[in-house]
Structure formats: C-alpha cells, structure tokens
T-cell receptor, first 111, second 114 residues
C-alpha cells in the first residue's frame, strides 16, 4: 500500500534562515506530487505541483521553491524565511482517480 | 474558473443528531468532487469521492454525499454524529482532463456537543 511521509513534523526557525521540508512517497511510481500551505481560516493554498522528476509548476509567486530530485521525493525550500511563511505545510500525491492523499504535515513557525 | 464554497464556517451539533455540511461548486461541466476531514494538527483524510454514475456516494466513517447537478452542490451527510466526528471538513473539486489539481473550499469546523 502507499504511504506518504513528511519531516520534520514541527519546525521553529528565525526570520532570514533557510528552510528545507521533505516529502517522500512509498508504494507508487511517478506520482503527481503537491505542496500546500494551510493558514488558519484560509483553507488550503496550492504552492507547487510536480508531474515528474525535475518538473515543477508554481501556483503562486512567493519566497519558496520546490524541487523533485527523485521520483518519489518532493522538497520545499526557502533561502530566507519570512514571518508570513509560518503555517502548516502539507504534501500530497495523486491517486488513479484524481483523488489526493495527504501526508501528516509540517508545522512551521517563523519567529 | 473552478471555485468551491462552503457557506458554513462553524457548525455545532449534538451527539446523535444528524449532520449536513454544505458545498457548492462552480464549474462548466461535471467535475470530480471530494470530501476530506482533518483533525487538529493532522493531514487531510479522504472521506469520499464522486466521479460519475450514482449521485449518492457512500464513504468511510458512515458519511455519504449527494451530487445535485441542478444545484451545483455536493453536500455531506451523516445520520448520527459521534463525538469523534468533531473536526474540520473540506470539500474539493477537480476538473476532468486536467493535471489533477484540486480546488478546496475554506472548510467547515464541526463541533459536537455531548
């Protein structure tokens, strides 16, 4: 069966520091992968999606970037964090019928 | 462009009472439709999905949803709510033939009174 992992689970970082969040999927190959950010009361905001290795689409201009160095690995990065980057970050992969399956999430607090 | 509206930000029901969470969507054709549930600090769990066929869809945890094309709605229902159903619920819509991107509503928080 398929599983999706995210780490770290929580992170507290100072403003201006770099960021790297990792997402890995097991049990499937060449999945579509997604990064979302969730802020209180604002639902889910799609940040990036990837249909394959090295293929990244950005949905919103921002301080973040994404990379997909391996088939089942998706990384969210930033060179310098802003206070506004705080939030709950979710990774997801797409199943065979367009449904998406989510990881447990990373809570990022920028101080 | 697709959009999803969940009109109720917060709903409180008594344990054992019935539940209906509303979802309206905007899309030119028949979309894929989903309901997800999220407990605090956790990821989203898929409750059910609609692609085609029978407009009444059964999901996990005793939930069901009905697709009504004429009303552009996909409301989630449960006949008897349990305290463990307290969570946030998200409706999502996906376009057929697209990259598979979903548009999510802003969510409805469900509280359950004992």
């Amino acid at each position: 069966s398929q599983t999706i992992h995210q780490w770290p689970a929580t992170l507290v970082q100072p403003v201006g520091s770099p960021l790297s969040l990792e997402c890995t999927v097991e049990g499937t190959s060449n999945p579509n992968l997604y990064w979302y950010r969730q802020a209180a009361g604002r639902g889910l905001q799609l940040l990036f999606y990837s249909v394959g290795i090295g293929q990244i689409s950005s949905e919103v201009p921002q301080n973040l970037s994404a990379s997909r160095p391996q088939d089942r690995q998706f990384i969210l990065s930033s060179k310098k964090l802003l206070l506004s980057d705080s939030g709950f970050y979710l990774c997801a992969w797409r199943g065979g019928s367009h449904e998406q399956y989510f990881g447990p999430g990373t809570r990022l607090t920028v101080t | 462009a697709q959009s999803v509206t969940q009109p109720d930000i917060h709903i409180t029901v008594s344990e054992g009472a019935s539940l209906e969470l509303r979802c309206n969507y905007s899309y030119g054709a028949t979309p894929y439709l989903f309901w997800y549930v999220q407990s605090p600090g956790q990821g989203l769990q898929l409750l059910l999905k609609y692609f085609s066929g029978d407009t009444l869809v059964q999901g996990i945890k005793g939930f069901e949803a009905e697709f009504k094309r004429s009303q552009s709605s996909f409301n989630l229902r449960k006949p008897s709510v349990h305290w463990s159903d307290a969570a946030e619920y998200f409706c999502a819509v996906g376009a057929r033939g697209s990259q598979g991107n979903l548009i999510f509503g802003k969510g409805t928080k469900l509280s359950v009174k004992p």
